[in-house]
């Protein structure tokens, strides 16, 4: 159990100096023990209350990553249940599983989409993170073979699959100084397979069967000095493994179990053979709460509606998505090329700009800084008005590239035409563009 918010205010200061930002100690106490503060944002926390908080400031859901470089997976550090309450901040790791049992084709062409598969979305690119390395056949070495070319295929984060100890060992020594984890480490293996990932920095993958037995399985790992680990519930059913998961989860965060409070791994690919079914549990199970989930294909009409789920599901919903304010060029404009204005919404942009681009008009398209609000949400909210789009005209720098005083707006802002004019000054013509996004490329062709 973690500490409680009077136990950390005990080893507080005590002097109420608001530095923190919290009106008092025992404010920004109750905080810290939530999850929901730094121990760091107190500058006069001593260093023996540092040393016995830090347990308790750590995230309830410590962070696990696995991987190398850029294509490194962080998982974990979640603070809430539901992402209205604050955001979830590391997404669902998305992996494959290759197995010793399907032929060398069906793992060369899997590994080839877990490299290559990119899609990119309002200025993401969205990709698979894992892959999952079973020794379905049980059989040492055309598993330690398969971990061997799993290796040298990839950079992203291994995790190594064997009831056999032994093999677990012998496929490890192929991945050279990767980042990996073992599966599974359960009560009968513990002792040695934990003493091996602290001796090779590898992350345990701790099985029990129900929360209780996973529990102690996390007690291990806390009591082995391992910072690092991944709870398995086993192959379940897509029932049974969503309520561990939300047992999971509720226990790591309102009862401050830390023996749970690491992020967890679920099995689609075992739940059914089929895709599309398969794809909506991996789908719910992003949601609630899964760390990892692991597919048997990375087939794209699979993975991409999960890629994008994801990234709904992790992007902060208090926080819109944004583009920069400034100039875009698109299609290579000149000066006597069209100029739009839109707002820093990441959506309005993307979707304006794929018109665009899709016209093959040279145009320049100007975006504002709304706040990543939408046009019709930022004119009603003051952000995208007359007085404050004239003035952000004449800094954009605009004027030196063109050679005309012509400037598109949305149509659903047709109304602000006039004051805008007024606003921008002689010699200035605002021109109404179309409603619809999708209506800009006949509008653009027509532009004079
Ligand atoms: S900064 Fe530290 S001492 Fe000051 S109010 Fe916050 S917790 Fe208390």
């Known amino acids: ?60 859901i410590r962070v696990t990553t696995l991987g190398q470089g850029d294509s490194a997976h962080k998982m974990g550090g979640e603070t809430v249940k539901f ?45 698979p993170n894992l892959v999952f390395v079973w020794d379905e056949n049980k059989d040492e070495a055309s598993f330690v073979a398969l971990a061997g070319k799993v290796a040298g295929a990839t950079e992203k984060g291994i995790i190594l699959s064997s009831e056999n100890s032994a093999s677990l060992k012998a496929a490890a ?31 345990p993958v701790v099985q029990g069967t129900d929360l209780d037995a996973l529990s102690a399985m996390g007690e291990k790992v806390i009591a082995a000095g391992l910072k690092e680990a991944i709870l398995d519930t086993g192959f379940k059913g897509f029932r049974e493994t969503l309520t561990d998961n939300i047992g999971i989860r509720r226990a790591a965060l309102d009862k401050k179990v830390r023996s749970l409070g690491f992020p967890t791994i679920a099995f689609p690919c075992a739940m059914t053979d089929h895709k599309e079914l398969q794809a909506a549990y991996a789908a719910a199970l992003t949601g609630k709460y899964a760390g990892i989930v692991v597919l048997g294909t990375l087939d794209p009409a699979m993975a991409m509606p999960l890629l994008v789920n994801r990234l709904n599901i992790y992007t902060d919903p208090q926080r819109p998505m944004t583009m920069d304010q400034g100039i875009y060029d698109l299609n290579n404009p000149g000066p006597d090329s069209p100029v739009i204005i839109t707002t820093n919404f990441a959506l309005t942009y993307f979707v304006v700009a794929a018109e665009v681009e899709a016209s093959r008009v040279p145009t320049h398209l100007l975006i504002m800084d709304t706040e990543g609000m939408s046009v019709l949400t930022a004119w009603s909210a003051g952000k995208f008005v007359a007085d404050a789009m004239a003035p952000f005209v004449k800094k954009s720098g605009i004027a030196e590239k063109v050679n005309h005083k012509k400037i598109i707006i949305p ?28 209506d800009l490329p006949k509008y653009l062709k027509e532009y004079k």
């Open 173 to 203: 020594a192929k991945l050279g100084g990767k980042k990996f984890a073992i599966h599974p480490v359960t009560a009968a293996n513990a002792d040695d397979l934990l003493a091996f990932c602290k001796e090779k920095g590898c992350v």
């Open 1 to 60: 159990m973690g500490l409680t918010g009077i136990m950390i205010y005990k080893m507080l200061p005590q002097t109420n100096c608001k530095e923190c930002g919290d009106p008092t100690c025992l404010a920004f106490a109750m905080k810290l023990a939530a999850g929901k503060a730094e121990l760091s944002a107190c500058p006069y926390v001593s260093e023996e209350a540092k040393a016995k908080l830090s347990e308790a400031s750590a995230p309830p």
């Open 83 to 127: 992402r209205h309450e604050k955001t979830f901040v590391n997404p669902t790791g998305i992996a494959v599983a290759v197995t010793n049992k399907t032929g060398a084709a069906v793992v060369d062409a899997e590994l080839a989409l877990l490299n290559e598969m990119g899609f990119e979305r309002v200025g993401l690119v969205l990709k």
């Open 411 to 438: 149509g659903y802002v047709a109304q602000l035409s006039g004051e805008f004019e007024e606003e921008l000054g002689e010699g200035y013509e605002v021109l109404i563009g179309p409603r619809e996004a999708a």
